[in-house]
């Protein structure tokens, strides 16, 4: 179907849900509790570890004797208790990314600690409306200290006011009694969303045109059949082309061949569906840090082109991204914020727990 779709059902036997836009599968989210307890969006008292030189942060004792490490930490002292929220997955052996600047997320309101005042989305331009949600916020703010903030989400433009405030007001009380819940051991204090509450915060701006939920709801959809793919590294390209795409220890490698037709006008067709798709790719596939390209190989004179086409993908992504460019061994590189966890090593869990079953 046309527009944006909102599909709630099952995958592993756990909550998962998925965001469709026209017909194609364009986000993923699974419950994460059979990999870890900390999934990205946790909230937690954390206490400083140990100050590192030369890498600008401090390593934090996080709750299950998790690790944790914030970056751009300045005046903290070891010992020191402090509020985070999980930002990444960790790596295999590394600590789990943390950061000091907690936001409280709903469907039409955020709660921003230590940014304080009343920002309303750019995406709503008439300024009656901007008035009203400024005012909606500023009354859900009145006894609330002076260093928090709200975001008022584009998804608040269609919502009724009642529901804002009563929003507003709940995610303004949550902030206050977590920021002041200071002191003590490392404790998780708000966990992160399961995926059909954390699939109406994350995709209601712009808000969905439709909702389907159901046990079979995946399957109805397609979206099964999607995930099953998307477990296998190739992937098929327009005109008989196909991209590898492999994470490794160290970066996820990207490998672009044209099939049978080696010729230029094949190599740019293979290597710019490459580049519109590989933002798509990464998320769902949930793959991120250093990302490595090797396309087919193509005149120097079509990289300009190539270019132009990853920046406007990666632009319309939205996910923190940084495009190197071109190596001297003519691969391109980029580096993109890892911000959830594998698909595959979520996979991976639920058939351990699967074997693990008497």
Not at 80 to 95: H, W
Request: net charge negative; aromatic share 4%.
């Amino acid at each position: 179907m046309k527009g944006r779709q909102i599909v709630l059902g099952r995958y592993w036997g756990r909550e998962a849900a998925a965001l469709m836009v026209d017909g194609r599968v364009e986000d993923l989210l699974f419950d994460l509790s059979a990999l870890t307890t900390l999934p990205p969006g946790a909230i937690c008292r954390a206490v400083v570890d140990r100050l590192v030189k030369g890498q600008g942060g401090v390593f934090v004792r996080l709750p299950e004797g998790e690790r944790g490490f914030l970056r751009g930490a300045h005046g903290l002292s070891e010992g020191q208790s402090l509020i985070v929220q999980v930002t990444g997955a960790a790596e295999d052996g590394k600590a789990i990314p943390v950061s000091q600047r907690v936001l409280f997320r709903g469907q039409t309101v955020i709660a921003t600690p230590g940014a304080p005042g009343v920002n309303v989305s750019r995406r709503i331009r008439d300024e009656d409306a901007r008035a009203r949600l400024v005012a909606l916020g500023q009354g859900a703010l009145d006894d609330a200290p002076a260093d928090l903030g709200l975001v008022m989400r584009s998804a608040a433009a269609l919502a009724e006011d009642d529901a804002i405030a009563d929003e507003a007001e709940g995610l303004v009380s949550l902030a206050i009694a977590v920021m002041g819940d200071l002191p003590g051991r490392p404790e998780l204090l708000v966990d992160a969303e399961q995926p059909w509450r954390a699939a109406w915060i994350d995709w209601a701006d712009p808000p969905p045109d439709d909702v389907d939920q159901g046990e079979a709801a995946f399957d109805a959809h397609g979206v099964g059949a999607v995930i099953d793919r998307l477990l296998d590294p190739e992937l098929d390209l327009p005109g008989g082309g196909f991209a590898v795409i492999e994470a490794t220890r160290a970066l996820v490698a990207v490998d672009v061949n044209t099939g049978r037709d080696t010729s230029p006008a094949a190599a740019l067709k293979a290597n710019i569906a490459l580049a519109r798709d590989l933002p798509r790719q990464l998320r769902l596939r949930g793959f991120g840090g250093q990302v490595v390209i090797d396309f087919a190989p193509m005149p120097k004179r079509d990289r300009g082109t190539l270019e132009q086409v990853l920046r406007a993908a990666f632009k319309a992504d939205g996910t923190e991204t940084t495009l190197v460019g071109w190596t001297a061994m003519g691969l391109y590189e980029l580096s993109r914020k890892r911000d959830r966890v594998p698909l595959v090593a979520v996979a991976l869990a639920e058939a351990a727990m699967v074997e693990d079953e008497p």
